[in-house]
């Protein structure tokens, strides 16, 4: 790690209520030097997934810090609450398959405690908001230095909760995929590997794998490869294949939500 101690915070806490504060709070009294990075905090309520999403496709970019995230809807039941060690940093949040996906950009597991000495978490922990109690004193006192296997009792990382694997099937003529996420722009991300565009052709098609009409988009490396209010198909920032509308919200022109599947084919 370098020198001054980083930590990053991922969250569906939103702006509007002091939770966010409270768990910068806590890092500033146990590691007053430590700097925080902000990566969001308005992941859609409960939304896992795209938690997992965001802070997978952020980490590689941040410095070699703690990594504190929580989307937790489990919350004070029998859920564990977990930190990682990683090549590239250490995380720390529950273990709901928030995780595995952002240790796996950081190089893969390579330790995992269970956060259970009480020595490490707040005097008195609230059965709903383990993020100032539980994990913003696990993260804080990890970048400081303090031993990872000091936390808790180790964990087995095949053992970790995942998210189950998105759908995603290839043919001759195209793949169908799952919609991993839409980003603030209305861009709608598939779980799809850049390499699936590599045979399709400069003109594609692009709808639900059903009777509904597919519509015509172009393949493209950036917006204004379309038209104006065209679609285009795209390999985004995270070498995963993408649909945006050139000067729109795909999102809305799909009518499609993550979860949904969608086909594209030339």
Do not use: K
């Not at 059903?210 to 988009?217: G, Q």
Request: with cysteine; net charge negative; charged share 15%.
């Amino acid at each position: 790690m370098s020198v001054t101690p980083w930590i990053s915070l991922t969250t569906d806490y939103g702006l509007t209520d002091g939770f966010v504060a409270a768990c910068h709070g806590v890092i500033a009294r146990i590691a007053p030097a430590a700097r925080v990075i902000d990566v969001t905090h308005l992941v859609p309520p409960m939304d896992v997934r795209r938690g997992a999403a965001v802070l997978a496709q952020t980490v590689p970019y941040l410095p070699a810090v703690v990594h504190m995230a929580v989307v937790d809807p489990g919350v004070g039941t029998a859920r564990r609450g977990v930190a990682l060690a990683t090549p590239g940093g250490l995380l720390v949040g529950p273990d709901n398959g928030l995780l595995p996906d952002a240790a796996a950009a950081l190089g893969g597991v390579t330790a995992a405690v269970e956060l259970t000495d009480p020595r490490w978490l707040a005097d008195r922990v609230s059965g709903t908001f383990h993020g100032r109690d539980v994990f913003a004193p696990v993260a804080a006192r990890l970048a400081l230095g303090a031993p990872l296997g000091e936390a808790g009792p180790p964990v087995d990382p095949a053992g970790l909760v995942r998210l189950p694997s998105p759908t995603l099937t290839s043919d001759a003529h195209g793949f169908t995929a799952e919609v991993s996420t839409v980003d603030h722009f209305g861009n709608v991300q598939l779980a799809a590997p850049a390499h699936l565009l590599d045979p399709l052709p400069a003109a594609l098609r692009v709808g639900p794998p059903d009777s509904t009409p597919a519509r015509p988009a172009v393949r493209g490396r950036t917006f204004g490869d379309a038209p104006d209010d065209g679609l285009v198909v795209y390999v985004d920032s995270a070498d995963l294949v993408a649909v945006a509308v050139n000067g729109g919200r795909a999102v809305d022109v799909l009518r499609v939500a993550p979860g949904d599947l969608l086909r594209v084919s030339g």
